[in-house]
């Protein structure tokens, strides 16, 4: 489905929303439910998870976890967001796999696991969120139990234990905030669960947002399982209808002003997004497109990398972007995807030169992102090896 088909609609309010069933999130393939020209509501910074305190026991000596927490001359004690996996040891027989998002971990203490000079038990204070998408409680008959913390190896497993004390404990359901769509021209699917409102199941349904040209800028998925519809604030034939458990899946505040400017279309000039903060770059980062594509690609010439306003990770990766494909661009969302943009596809592959000016600012700023899979190199010392590894030279000024 091409969002600029609905753009027009005869009204004197632009539409800005698209609410679309996605058939397993193929654009292509979505139908729409209906269009709207607000969503208040839709902005939240979530509140922090409840404390927790969880054991890991068993962690393997030779791990990135217990290399980084324990066996370190420097013992890193927080370890911030994560993610652990449950997974089943053979997948063919057994079941099911489950997902759990770790917040603001910290490590409280870590001793060597009792009759087992190879492992250590690492306690940990954490907030916990369960996928309540995945397999849920029931564990696998053989788990696999892996963590991932950005902080220690990127994108790529920390390390594992054998099991985990404290996780499988009754958590307190926080309080879903309603999200209120305005000026509504609901399209027949939604008519058809208004009329006759049931919970929701198949298909999930996402909210579009737009640009003024109709282009579509992001999206988000809300949960339809409970609606109220009244006559809209806006008069007509329009109608608003409220959310009142539109799920997690929600932009953050940052968000708001972000979007502001992206909705005039994609941004032209360079460094518009230095005048937000670290969450605000973030969000300008997840709206920027990985393109230009060309067949190839094309290497060669020199570019002008603008470092004067490179104070954190999402603004090097978005100063980066824009010296090699142009302002709303990225060549990647993480040091991963940088790398994998080098090994072709957007339109500048190596060997170019990539002229870095005010390259102290980033060297200072980004001094404290350790990356201790690389030896502890910082944010900074990590692109550049990465950029002249893969055939960049890069001029540091």
Not at 2 to 30: A, C, I, K, M, T
Not at 63 to 70: E, F, H, P, T
Not at 93 to 122: H, M
């Amino acid at each position: 489905m091409q969002s600029g088909e609905h753009v027009g609609w005869g009204r004197d309010f632009p539409v800005r929303y698209l609410l679309v069933g996605e058939d397993n999130g193929d654009q292509e393939e979505g139908v729409l439910w209906g269009r709207c020209v607000e969503a208040e509501g839709l902005f939240m910074d979530a509140p922090p998870l409840p404390r927790e305190v969880l054991t890991l026991r068993g962690c393997p000596r030779e791990s990135l976890l217990v290399q980084a927490v324990a066996a370190g001359a420097e013992p890193v004690r927080l370890l911030g967001d994560g993610m652990l996996s449950i997974e089943p040891v053979d997948p063919s027989n057994d079941g099911p796999s489950c997902f759990w998002d770790l917040e603001d971990t910290a490590v409280l203490a870590q001793w060597p696991t009792p009759g087992d000079s190879g492992r250590v038990d690492i306690v940990v204070g954490t907030g916990v969120r369960e996928d309540d998408f995945a397999g849920g409680r029931r564990l696998p008959s053989s788990p696999r139990f892996d963590l991932w913390f950005p902080s220690i190896r990127g994108d790529s497993s920390s390390g594992g234990c054998r099991s985990i004390d404290g996780l499988f404990t009754p958590r307190r359901q926080r309080r879903g905030e309603p999200v209120h769509l305005i000026g509504c021209e609901p399209a027949a699917p939604l008519l058809a669960l208004l009329c006759h409102p049931q919970p929701q199941t198949g298909a999930s349904i996402a909210l579009w947002r737009l640009d003024r040209h109709g282009r579509t800028m992001t999206t988000y998925r809300l949960d339809l399982h409970s609606v109220e519809a009244r006559p809209s604030v806006l008069g007509g034939a329009l109608i608003d209808i409220t959310l009142t458990s539109p799920g997690d899946d929600r932009p953050t505040l940052a968000a708001r002003p972000v979007w502001e400017i992206w909705s005039e279309g994609v941004p032209s000039l360079p460094n518009l997004w230095a005048q937000f903060d670290a969450k605000g770059r973030s969000e300008w980062l997840n709206l920027t497109r990985i393109g230009p594509y060309g067949p190839d690609g094309h290497s060669g010439g020199t570019y002008d990398l603008d470092g004067q306003h490179v104070t954190d990770k999402a603004g090097m990766l978005l100063a980066l972007g824009e010296a090699l494909l142009g302002p709303g661009a990225n060549y990647g969302r993480c040091l991963d995807s940088v790398r994998d943009c080098l090994c072709g596809g957007p339109s500048v592959i190596p060997p170019f030169t990539l002229v870095w000016h005010h390259a102290d600012i980033a060297r200072h700023a980004l001094a404290g992102h350790v990356l201790h899979h690389l030896g502890g190199l910082s944010y900074f010392e990590a692109t550049v090896n990465l950029l002249r590894q893969y055939g960049v030279t890069v001029e540091l000024q």
